[in-house]
């Protein structure tokens, strides 16, 4: 079975503050994505990443996967009140079937 | 920016009837999906369905559970007996390719067995 565990499972902060966000597992994905999840509603999806070491930017938030892609982290600069959510990692493997195996999850709170 | 969409959003049955969650995928996706999350606790996979069959389930999706792309737009997932531990978040999404590419989730049905 692969596992996702996620860490911090909550985080409360001021805003301005700077936060990092980890997932990490013992298994191998293909690719790795993290998703926002508001109360009630499914998964948005904010990035997708694949390669081993690779890094993607979006705005104020930085992605990266591990080089042996086994564990990401995302990384939120200057943290605003409406970043406050459920984020959630999820790792693919590549098979036939495509499914994603999710962590736990962070709640992020940020405070005004 | 293309959709998910699910009905209905909230769905209360009696243990033992039949429910049928209904999803309408993205046009142009090929592959689509059902997840559950029992409040509080992970989104979970139950199954994977492309080119009008299934391609991978969990242990979850046992003889209880049933998929079906009745037309060119809807997806839908049947539960013959529920139990009162299907009461969950249920969610469909879809995707463009085996990639994963455009991993699209619908808002979700929340099913709540009584």
């Known amino acids: 079975t692969q596992l996702l565990e996620q860490s911090p499972q909550f985080l409360s902060i001021q805003e301005g503050e700077n936060l990092t966000v980890y997932c990490n597992s013992s298994?191998?994905?293909?690719?790795l994505q993290w998703y926002r999840q508001e109360p009630g509603e499914g998964p948005v999806l904010l990035v997708t990443?694949?390669?081993?070491?690779e890094v993607k930017k979006l705005k104020r938030l930085t992605f990266q996967f591990g080089d042996a892609r086994k564990d990401s982290s995302l990384h939120i600069t200057a943290a605003q009140p409406g970043d406050t959510g459920l984020y959630l990692c999820?790792?693919?493997?590549?098979?036939?079937?495509?499914?994603?195996?999710f962590g736990g999850g962070t709640r992020l709170m940020v405070k005004p | 920016e293309p959709e998910v969409t699910q009905t209905p959003s909230h769905q209360v049955t009696q243990m033992g009837q039949e429910v049928i969650l209904r999803c309408v995928p993205i046009?142009?996706?090929?592959?689509f999906y059902w997840y559950r999350q029992i409040l509080g606790q992970k989104v979970e996979f139950l199954v994977s369905?492309?080119?009008?069959?299934?391609?991978?389930k969990s242990e979850i999706f046992d003889d209880q559970f049933s998929v079906e792309r009745p037309d060119g737009s809807n997806f839908t997932l049947k539960i013959r007996s529920t139990k009162l531990e299907d009461s969950a978040m249920y969610f469909c999404?879809?995707?463009?390719?085996?990639?994963?590419?455009?991993?699209?989730f619908g808002s979700g049905t929340r099913l709540t067995v009584v």
């Open positions: 298994s191998v994905f293909s690719s």
């Open positions: 046009s142009n996706h090929l592959y």
């Open positions: 999404a879809s995707s463009e390719a085996r990639s994963g590419r455009g991993y699209t």
């Open positions: 999820a790792g693919a493997r590549n098979n036939a079937g495509n499914m994603l195996t």
């Open positions: 990443v694949v390669t081993g070491g």
């Open positions: 369905f492309y080119n009008n069959e299934i391609s991978e």
